[in-house]
């Protein structure tokens, strides 16, 4: 009884020290969003960097650097872009998911690292769960180079010749789950025809090995491709997009060539992590569509045979509609393909 008496009386002390520590915790737990609410007012304070998951020069790259010293007089805040490389851009893209969510380190998230490599790696985050779409950004599709000692004219006699010698052709790609690859195995499929593939260290040394005539052919984006084309170093039999493009008028599209619905654009967004501020991400968001509506930053676009979105796409919903139309359209490709990095 006496020892029951004391653990009441005791219970009874208490009692007002838990009182105060839930009350600490119930305040704990709404320091977070007081705190977002301070960081959307304030945000910016200082600089933003934006992380680039591929090497100076890639097309991820050209875009974020195109666009950041607009965007950073947007902010009033420097807009700092930073290469980190490796494992196809999952380097990069863990280390912005697992970054504080206050947007100061967002990254230029791709095909590759959006879409594919879910499939293709094991990965340490979840590409769509832990991020915050926050805007598309310019695409640049992609042409179909073929070396000039082949006997075709045009998209539909490469395609019948590729059939008249199966198994003899090789297509170069640009490394396993890489755009150049999937669109190999795609091309591939819908023409029932049989070549094999050479992996490459990048677009740029296939296209290399085309000129040079060690490869039949490879998908690469136009930009690097146009001098080559002109020069008539390769044939060009289809762009995959939609339409043609202004800086490259005379390439037919893959519809005009007699392969319909073959379209794919080497798409980027920007990507924050998940739980920044809806607020933050507005203010990175506008900033983005300034820049790519600055008429300099156009033009550089255009010059480069990017294709920027139109003002409805310059959207952070955009983003996300088109990353899971991708997803749906890509991951039957690639896991029919049962591609994986070694």
Known sequence: MHAAGVCRRESDLMQPHRRQILTMAAGALALPAVSRTALADTFPSR???????????????????????????????????????????????????????????????NWNTHV???????????????????????????VLVVKKAT?????????????ANPDKASMGTAGVGSPPHMLALLFRQRTETQYGL????????AMQDVIAGQIDATFITVAPALPQIASGNLKVFGITAPKRMAAAADIPTMDEAGLPNFYFSYWSGLYAPRGTPPDVVRAIGAAAAA?????QVRQKLDSQAFVTPGADQQTAQ?????QRAEIAKWWPVIKAAGTKAD
Not at 151 to 161: E, H, I
Not at 291 to 295: G, K, L, W, Y
Not at 318 to 322: P, Y
């Open 318 to 322: 955009a983003l996300a509609e088109l």
């Open 151 to 163: 006997p075709a004219t045009d998209l539909k006699s490469f395609v019948a010749w590729l059939k």
């Open 198 to 205: 050479i992996p490459y260290r990048g677009a740029g040394p």
């Open 291 to 295: 820049a790519m509506n600055d008429p």
């Open 116 to 142: 594919a490599n879910s499939l293709i790696y094991s990965l340490q985050y979840d590409m769509t769960k832990d991020f915050v779409p926050v805007m598309l950004l310019p695409a640049a599709p992609m």
């Open 47 to 109: 600089p933003i960097t934006v992380i680039v998951p591929f090497a100076p020069g890639a097309l991820n790259d050209i875009v974020a650097r195109l666009l950041s010293d607009v965007m950073g007089k947007t902010l009033g805040q420097p807009v700092v872009v930073e290469n980190l490389t490796g494992a196809d851009g999952t380097i990069a893209t863990n280390r912005v998911a697992r970054a504080t969510p206050d947007g100061y380190t967002i990254v230029v998230g």
